[in-house]
């Protein structure tokens, strides 16, 4: 399960595709209620909202143009915010924009108003219809939605374009890597622990090449425990695994061989949910690219001197 949510991190286009899929939904069945339902939905209808062929198509037309130009300036955004991450503060901190659910969501919400008009402006045809239809209505209101999501998306991208904002989600990220080490620490708390394996030695290999990020403890203490092994972990999150590579030596009289996958999940990056050097490296290089010439902002690098030595006092 860990491993198919670091997947779906992984796979951005996911988020638009969804919204894409909801706005062809959405097309499809509004064409088929004005060519088919809409004479019953009439008396419950303002007839204010219902608009002949020719002006659906008018509208329609104006809406996708808009909606583009939203969607390229929008786009255009995001590249320009990547720029502006990986040069003034770090490449790493990349994945902290790219990975903000909002804003892929934004985009998805102007590729699926665009989607809705065009496909709707398509099914307009005079021929189809002998009366009104409601599908320009429904489109207005995705245009109206869409701007004001347009309008919050200036906002959060002016808000959370700033260095002290990136500062915090950082210090975030490294107190919720300290947070889960410490709730390992006090499970283990009051136990005595031997380390002496009996039994049959069985090496757990990395079936491909990359990055631990992700190292179940629970998952593999409850299959030690009810299958009576002692477990060595070979690797720490963040390390660098080749195919191949020994992850766990299992010491036991006789078990049943589980797949390794259940146990840690490999990625082509690192990532900071369980790996603690990591989430600091990235802010001592924000602290380093402060004080660099050609930036020159010593008062980032002091904020982040200051955080960096309450976080490693814990």
Known sequence: MKALSFWLKEKLWITPAFYIVISIFLSIFFYY????????LKPYVPAILLTNVDLAKTIMGSLSGALLTMTTFTFSTILVVLTMYSSQFSPRTLKNFVHDKI?????????????YNTLSLLFMREDLYETDVISTFIGIIIAFFCLSTFAYFIHYIATNVQVGQLINQLIKDTEDAISKFEKLQENEKGEEITWSPIGIKDTYQAEKEGYIQYLSFEKLGNYAQEQKLKVEILVNPGDYVYEGKPIFHVY??????????????????????????????????????????GINDPNTANDIIIRLGRLLAN
């Open 252 to 293: 036991g009289v006789n078990h049943a061989k589980q797949s390794i996958n259940n146990f840690y999940s490999l990625g082509t990056s690192r990532t900071t949910e369980q790996d603690l050097d990591f989430a600091i490296q990235k802010l001592v290089e924000v602290a380093l690219r402060a004080i660099s010439p």
């Open 33 to 40: 209620v004005d060519l088919l339902y809409i004479d019953e």
């Open 103 to 115: 804003v892929w969501r934004v985009l998805g919400i102007f590729l699926s108003g665009f989607i």
